[in-house]
């Protein structure tokens, strides 16, 4: 994404190895729908790509978008693991810091009033969560039990007809680096009464409600859960 700054300049933003900015694009384009019903969560800033693509569009509504992350990085992102960015490891601490990036790259783009990093393990801040979510971006840990926990601890709060959108997707498992993690998330969220109604790569769309509400075959919900989660 480019923008103009008051400079002038124009300012880009810094994707990560994990989103693509098809992908990116696509999450902006349901922000755009969903900002003015209320504020949004995302779990796994990172640097701060989606959330400034999420971010711009509830601006423009005067809606907030909070975004959980510790910040040291998910375990495939360790040194010696293959999504490393050896720029954001800090060498005097021995652990990445991504929030120095993500901080940089929110005020780049006029988003500190908009966008609340809360920097914190998401299973710890779920004991305290009360708000009810326009949009839910799940993309943090990506191991079963955390992708389990993120879906069952937030998508509840997630308002009727809301959204629910889950990165590394790979709902029918054909894909050598595909994130088991994701994929029970995924089936875990529909069993909850949430409907899937989109896609791009691996990011995925659902909205809560029944697949009657969404035109949704029941075939095909059937067919991509196998019996699983419905
Ligand atoms: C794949 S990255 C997120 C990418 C980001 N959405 C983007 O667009 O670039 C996953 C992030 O989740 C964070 N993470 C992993 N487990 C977490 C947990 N239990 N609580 C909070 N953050 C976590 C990691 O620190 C990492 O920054």
């Known amino acids: 994404m480019e923008t103009k700054g008051n400079s002038g300049r124009t300012k880009i ?31 796994g800033s990172f640097v701060g790509s989606s959330t400034i693509f999420i971010g711009v569009e509830y601006k423009q509504h005067g809606n907030v978008v909070y975004s959980i992350d510790h910040h040291r990085g998910s375990t495939e992102q360790q040194p010696g693991c293959k999504n490393f960015e050896k720029d954001l490891y800090n060498e005097s601490i021995g652990k990445i810091d991504s929030f120095t990036l993500f901080r940089e790259q929110i005020e780049k783009f006029g988003l500190e009033k908009t966008i609340i990093p809360i920097v914190c393990d998401s299973n710890i801040v779920a ?24 879906v069952n601890n937030y998508a509840p709060f997630v308002v009727e007809g809301g959204v629910l959108a889950i990165h590394d997707v790979d709902v029918y498992g054909k894909h050598e680096d595909s ?38 075959p029941k075939e095909y919900i059937k067919e991509i859960t196998n019996g699983r989660g419905t």
């Open 127 to 150: 004991k305290y969560w009360n708000i009810p979510l326009s949009l839910l971006f799940i993309d943090g840990g990506h191991e079963v039990e955390q992708s389990i926990n993120d």
């Open 13 to 43: 933003v810094r994707y990560s190895s994990s989103l693509s900015q098809l992908e990116c694009e696509k999450i902006r384009f349901y922000a755009s729908k969903f900002a003015p019903c209320g504020p949004a969560l995302e779990i």
């Open 179 to 216: 994130y088991e993690g994701p994929r029970a998330a995924f089936f875990q969220a529909i069993s909850m009464g949430f409907t899937p109604v989109d896609f791009k790569n691996a990011l995925v769309f659902l909205r809560k409600g029944s697949p009657e509400l969404y035109g949704v």
